[in-house]
């Protein structure tokens, strides 16, 4: 591969190599195995895999898989087994079909007792997730693997279980691709969404058009920290690389040998920066365009009046199926903006030739283009939800991501669906609201979060869930600035996924999941991998109170776990108080916490949350227009003692979209008001203004209000903390009104959107 690579993380693969995960030999607990298989029967003995047992092959479709788990023995004990074509009396490990008994696709049978191990499948992607389950049940002793006597009945609950990797952002070597592989069948996902191409690079060799090794491949330099951040800085280093297709086949072939399929995404008509930047005339402006530094949607995409852009993504497709065996082509539809359209003649004239309606539907007449001329080589497309718009592809497969609504409008139009909605399914959000989390790129996903989803949950009974495929999780790199970063991110949210895509519903429990992911601890902990501290930080809820007090309740996850704490902003030891209930705050400070384990020691990290105690906490709060969903935590998070973060994930802000803000608050008497406060957030790029006009006013009967202080200008890209010292006034109620920016305007982020305005804690003293 020809790219600039970060050192490989040689350890990822090692801490998932197959590992015991039983609490001792002999034991009759039953087996920690993640994904959870349907039925688990636990039977005395212990089978002893030694240099002298033999893989018995006796069906010559199942015989690549001998290979596939002589790696794994030969992994863990340096030695190959022998492979034979009968079985002897004893000392085997048979691998073999039997779809007759085993009536569930990609489902197995696994049999363990002191004489054998046998492993029966369906189909060979069945025998192969049996292997899967085996590796997890087994333990290194000396020159021998221990596996515990059982029998596995297993088969899986959707038929699509993916895992997509963005490339294009950041862009990760053939190892770790094949690694990632790995990983993705150690847990039973069937399919690698593979996101190839983007406006901040192409990453796929296509032979018929070199500039896009040479030009689109490359970008100029790579945005420093988050877009949100103004102004934008970068790090001034050319950055780039793609995939030759000759590391494309070996990659296919790899993961074929697992029963994973690769399908590719090739973005259309967006996103499509890179490939103009290295072929001009795709572009409704004919350019000059250049490969996307920085991370965000724009106007420029392929045009859909000029005949030349299909024959060049004809063209690429041709070449992307030649590497690419799947049934399925992805190929994006996404955030496509339709600004060039509108002002392009070519794209004007193709909707008037054949009576479109708008842009909208001129995206459709582009998607179905492509869907015909993929049809007619055989193959069907998968696209982001935005292809509904406009009128849907006829044979197309739905990937829902801006929440269910998509997913439900393609069922009932009788269309396949994976869904894959951001709130749950998107691994570059944040898992922990903890300040040292890495950077993310925003949102807030933890791992229960993830565990808990189901898909269409609302709808079962209503909607034809035979079109529901199955689910995936998206793992999107802007800030995957390493390897061991992208696993971080990835792990373990995938493995709650796996399990939501494989285990039966009725059997799925968080708590039972977090202890057989526990049981993994010591093993990456041995592997040099860190142990994701996240999953047992403590969390908590605030209650404010009437009599203006924050009731913090604090929970962790951490079976027999004590919790100390202190209020003086001081670091917690064993000697802090040992949280019992609820702590009520008072007075204005920061509540620290630490988890203690059963011995006594100190485990992950610090909590601590500070609370701003004033006369507005607890009070009776009415808004005037009802918050977005997004940012609608109620009303009383106006007045909970808690300020919302910088990274707007902790459900501590109100927002609104397009609309303006209102809110009166009730403080139950008549009080003197000496300052007013509150925070706005200002995040351009992310479509997020601060007020136009910001208002404080009182009142003593709730019907008469004064002004007591307004505010027009908001600079800081950010928090801008609203501080008002007002002239002593008698007041029971404050009011709050902010002036929403309303639409954005032309030239910025989002023009033409409703803009957010985000309101925190108003500060009533």
Same mark, same amino acid.
């Given at each position: 591969?020809?790219?600039?690579?970060?050192?490989?993380?040689?350890?990822?693969?090692?801490?998932?190599?197959?590992?015991?995960?039983?609490?001792?030999?002999?034991?009759?607990?039953?087996?920690?195995?993640?994904?959870?298989?349907?039925?688990?029967?636990?039977?005395?003995?212990?089978?002893?895999?030694?240099?002298?047992?033999?893989?018995?092959?006796?069906?010559?479709?199942?015989?690549?898989?001998?290979?596939?788990?002589?790696?794994?023995?030969?992994?863990?004990?340096?030695?190959?087994?022998?492979?034979?074509?009968?079985?002897?009396?004893?000392?085997?490990?048979?691998?073999?079909?039997?779809?007759?008994?085993?009536?569930?696709?990609?489902?197995?049978?696994?049999?363990?007792?002191?004489?054998?191990?046998?492993?029966?499948?369906?189909?060979?992607?069945?025998?192969?997730?049996?292997?899967?389950?085996?590796?997890?049940?087994?333990?290194?002793?000396?020159?021998?693997?221990?596996?515990?006597?059982?029998?596995?009945?297993?088969?899986?609950?959707?038929?699509?279980?993916?895992?997509?990797?963005?490339?294009?952002?950041?862009?990760?070597?053939?190892?770790?691709?094949?690694?990632?592989?790995?990983?993705?069948?150690?847990?039973?996902?069937?399919?690698?969404?593979?996101?190839?191409?983007?406006?901040?690079?192409?990453?796929?060799?296509?032979?018929?058009?070199?500039?896009?090794?040479?030009?689109?491949?490359?970008?100029?330099?790579?945005?420093?920290?988050?877009?949100?951040?103004?102004?934008?800085?970068?790090?001034?280093?050319?950055?780039?690389?793609?995939?030759?297709?000759?590391?494309?086949?070996?990659?296919?072939?790899?993961?074929?040998?697992?029963?994973?399929?690769?399908?590719?995404?090739?973005?259309?008509?967006?996103?499509?920066?890179?490939?103009?930047?290295?072929?001009?005339?795709?572009?409704?402006?004919?350019?000059?365009?250049?490969?996307?530094?920085?991370?965000?949607?724009?106007?420029?995409?392929?045009?859909?009046?000029?005949?030349?852009?299909?024959?060049?993504?004809?063209?690429?497709?041709?070449?992307?199926?030649?590497?690419?065996?799947?049934?399925?082509?992805?190929?994006?539809?996404?955030?496509?903006?339709?600004?060039?359209?509108?002002?392009?003649?070519?794209?004007?004239?193709?909707?008037?030739?054949?009576?479109?309606?708008?842009?909208?539907?001129?995206?459709?007449?582009?998607?179905?283009?492509?869907?015909?001329?993929?049809?007619?080589?055989?193959?069907?497309?998968?696209?982001?939800?935005?292809?509904?718009?406009?009128?849907?592809?006829?044979?197309?497969?739905?990937?829902?991501?801006?929440?269910?609504?998509?997913?439900?409008?393609?069922?009932?139009?009788?269309?396949?669906?994976?869904?894959?909605?951001?709130?749950?399914?998107?691994?570059?959000?944040?898992?922990?609201?903890?300040?040292?989390?890495?950077?993310?790129?925003?949102?807030?996903?933890?791992?229960?979060?993830?565990?808990?989803?189901?898909?269409?949950?609302?709808?079962?009974?209503?909607?034809?869930?035979?079109? !529901? $495929? #199955?689910?995936?999780?998206? %793992?999107?790199?802007?800030?995957? /600035?390493?390897? =061991?970063? *992208?696993?971080?991110?990835?792990?373990?949210?995938?493995?709650?996924?796996?399990?939501?895509?494989?285990?039966?519903?009725?059997?799925?429990?968080?708590?039972?999941?977090?202890?057989?992911?526990?049981?993994?601890?010591?093993?990456?902990? !041995? $592997? #040099?991998?860190?142990?994701? %501290?996240?999953?047992?930080?403590? /969390?908590?809820? =605030?209650? *404010?109170?009437?009599?203006?007090?924050?009731?913090?309740?604090?929970?962790?996850?951490?079976?027999?776990?004590?919790?100390?704490?202190?209020?003086?902003?001081?670091?917690?030891?064993?000697?802090?108080?040992?949280?019992?209930?609820?702590?009520?705050?008072?007075?204005?400070?920061?509540?620290?916490?630490?988890?203690?384990?059963?011995?006594?020691?100190?485990?992950?990290?610090?909590?601590?949350?500070?609370?701003?105690?004033?006369?507005?906490?607890?009070?009776?709060?009415?808004?005037?227009?009802?918050?977005?969903?997004?940012?609608?935590?109620?009303?009383?998070?106006?007045?909970?003692?808690?300020?919302?973060?910088?990274?707007?994930?902790?459900?501590?802000?109100?927002?609104?979209?397009?609309?303006?803000?209102?809110?009166?608050?009730?403080?139950?008497?008549?009080?003197?008001?000496?300052?007013?406060?509150?925070?706005?957030?200002?995040?351009?790029?992310?479509?997020?203004?601060?007020?136009?006009?910001?208002?404080?006013?009182?009142?003593?009967?709730?019907?008469?209000?004064?002004?007591?202080?307004?505010?027009?200008?908001?600079?800081?890209?950010?928090?801008?903390?609203?501080?008002?010292?007002?002239?002593?006034?008698?007041?029971?109620?404050?009011?709050?009104?902010?002036?929403?920016?309303?639409?954005?305007?032309?030239?910025?982020?989002?023009?033409?959107?409703?803009?957010?305005?985000?309101?925190?804690?108003?500060?009533?003293?």
């Amino acid at each position: 591969m020809k790219c600039k690579r970060s050192s490989l993380v040689v350890f990822i693969l090692n801490f998932f190599l197959p590992h015991a995960l039983l609490a001792q030999a002999g034991s009759n607990v039953l087996p920690a195995l993640i994904p959870l298989p349907v039925e688990v029967k636990r039977s005395a003995g212990i089978f002893d895999l030694n240099p002298s047992t033999k893989i018995v092959i006796e069906n010559k479709d199942v015989s690549g898989l001998a290979a596939l788990f002589n790696g794994y023995v030969t992994a863990l004990s340096g030695k190959q087994l022998p492979v034979v074509s009968a079985a002897p009396a004893y000392n085997f490990i048979l691998l073999d079909l039997d779809p007759a008994s085993i009536t569930h696709k990609e489902g197995y049978r696994l049999q363990v007792n002191e004489k054998s191990i046998r492993c029966i499948g369906h189909d060979a992607a069945g025998v192969m997730y049996g292997l899967q389950t085996l590796r997890q049940l087994w333990n290194v002793s000396g020159n021998s693997i221990k596996v515990p006597a059982c029998t596995v009945n297993d088969y899986p609950r959707f038929g699509y279980r993916g895992m997509a990797l963005d490339v294009s952002r950041h862009i990760f070597p053939v190892p770790f691709i094949k690694k990632y592989i790995d990983l993705l069948a150690l847990y039973k996902f069937n399919t690698f969404h593979w996101h190839l191409t983007d406006d901040q690079g192409w990453r796929i060799e296509i032979k018929k058009y070199p500039k896009l090794q040479s030009v689109a491949a490359w970008r100029n330099e790579t945005l420093i920290g988050h877009k949100k951040e103004l102004p934008h800085r970068f790090d001034g280093k050319r950055y780039g690389g793609y995939y030759t297709q000759q590391q494309i086949k070996e990659v296919v072939q790899y993961a074929a040998s697992r029963h994973i399929t690769i399908i590719p995404e090739i973005e259309m008509p967006g996103h499509a920066s890179a490939a103009l930047a290295a072929y001009p005339f795709l572009g409704c402006t004919g350019g000059a365009y250049k490969t996307s530094t920085f991370w965000g949607v724009f106007d420029d995409v392929f045009c859909a009046g000029n005949d030349s852009t299909f024959t060049f993504l004809q063209n690429v497709l041709d070449e992307v199926m030649a590497l690419f065996p799947s049934t399925f082509i992805h190929i994006g539809g996404d955030e496509c903006p339709k600004t060039r359209w509108k002002a392009c003649a070519k794209c004007q004239q193709r909707k008037q030739s054949l009576g479109l309606a708008n842009e909208h539907a001129l995206q459709s007449y582009f998607i179905q283009r492509m869907e015909k001329y993929l049809n007619g080589k055989g193959r069907q497309i998968i696209g982001w939800d935005e292809i509904l718009e406009g009128g849907l592809a006829p044979n197309a497969t739905v990937m829902s991501w801006r929440g269910e609504e998509g997913g439900r409008a393609a069922i009932a139009q009788n269309h396949r669906v994976i869904m894959t909605p951001e709130s749950h399914c998107y691994f570059d959000y944040y898992q922990s609201l903890y300040n040292e989390e890495p950077l993310a790129a925003g949102g807030f996903t933890p791992l229960q979060k993830v565990y808990g989803y189901e898909p269409l949950a609302a709808d079962t009974d209503t909607l034809q869930t035979q079109y !529901l $495929a #199955g689910v995936e999780g998206q %793992a999107w790199s802007e800030y995957f /600035t390493s390897e =061991a970063k *992208a696993v971080y991110m990835i792990f373990p949210r995938a493995l709650a996924l796996a399990e939501l895509a494989w285990t039966p519903k009725a059997q799925r429990n968080y708590n039972d999941f977090l202890q057989r992911l526990r049981s993994q601890k010591e093993l990456m902990q !041995l $592997a #040099g991998l860190r142990y994701p %501290a996240h999953v047992d930080d403590i /969390t908590f809820n =605030a209650t *404010a109170l009437q009599n203006n007090t924050v009731q913090m309740t604090l929970q962790t996850s951490l079976p027999g776990a004590a919790i100390r704490y202190t209020t003086n902003n001081s670091v917690p030891t064993k000697q802090s108080a040992l949280y019992t209930a609820p702590v009520a705050l008072t007075k204005t400070g920061t509540l620290k916490a630490l988890v203690f384990d059963k011995q006594g020691k100190p485990c992950g990290r610090i909590f601590q949350q500070s609370v701003h105690i004033h006369k507005g906490v607890g009070a009776h709060v009415t808004v005037k227009h009802k918050p977005v969903e997004r940012f609608n935590p109620g009303n009383n998070v106006l007045v909970n003692g808690l300020y919302g973060s910088n990274r707007y994930n902790d459900s501590q802000w109100l927002g609104y979209s397009g609309s303006d803000f209102s809110a009166v608050i009730d403080l139950g008497s008549v009080q003197t008001i000496t300052r007013l406060g509150l925070n706005t957030l200002n995040y351009h790029w992310q479509r997020m203004w601060a007020p136009v006009s910001l208002q404080f006013l009182v009142s003593t009967d709730g019907a008469h209000f004064s002004e007591v202080y307004r505010q027009q200008s908001f600079p800081v890209n950010g928090i801008n903390k609203v501080k008002s010292t007002i002239k002593p006034v008698q007041a029971r109620y404050i009011k709050v009104t902010g002036v929403n920016k309303g639409v954005i305007p032309a030239g910025e982020y989002g023009a033409g959107g409703n803009a957010l305005l985000l309101i925190d804690e108003v500060i009533i003293e």
